[in-house]
């Protein structure tokens, strides 16, 4: 397990390797480190801006010798959003590191988290978050499939799908209450009263009894986070997702 103080060294080691880097035209450190929320599990993020986009391939050639090279990374893998690369490393000390790199026209911050070490950034901006309209449907998606995987005897399936179901009523919950909405960042913030309907809603065991009786929990919890956000279409939505419940088993 890595301590706070080689997670400094480290970043710091990074920011230094990167102001050598000519083809490097800003740095900055991202995520709680740059809100000065840290705590001892935190990782490393720093977002890097690039002379051009086709110098991106060789930085990250290089960038990733190194991770291996002089950092020992044991494995990588990449998501992309937009012109960015984030490029997220695990170190044989469990500690992560997860290094955004995009071209320097579009080095900018996405996020208040953002603190530029060195170089330029161009003007902020925020990325939305995400439509509730858009979690309202991928709810009522997972709803009628955990009925057809339950009724089908798929058991595990089925517990995908009612987790699924339980994640975006709570994200529902997350955005109605100000908070942080993606990779359950806001959960453990929302009020007692909101994520103790959903308690019930944990697959305890495998077979179908457990898993209709979660079904029902979590839909009568998304019928009243969708109600919340949106009345109107609550009403719209009641009478099917009830019916999906009733035709389960």
Known sequence: ????????????????????????????????AAAEREDRWSDIDLAFGVSG??????VLLDWTAHMYQQHLAVHHLDI??????YRVFLLPSTLQV???FVSGTDFRALAPTFRLIFGEANESRHVPPAQTGEIIGLAWLYTLHARSCIARGNLWQAEYMVSNIRDNALALA????????????????LPRGVTAQFEGSLVRQLDIVELSRAFRTVVHGLLSEIRSTDEELAGRLQDVLIRLIETST
């Open 80 to 85: 992309r959003s937009g012109g960015w690369i």
């Open 1 to 32: 397990m890595f301590n706070s103080e080689e997670r400094d060294r480290l970043r710091s080691d990074l920011l230094e390797y990167a102001a050598k880097d000519q083809r490097i035209t800003g740095a900055a450190i991202t995520g709680s």
């Open 98 to 100: 997860d290094l955004a």
């Open 53 to 58: 986009a086709a110098e991106l391939p060789n």
């Open 174 to 189: 997350c955005i109605r209450h100000e908070l942080p909405a993606a990779h359950g960042r806001g959960l453990d913030l």
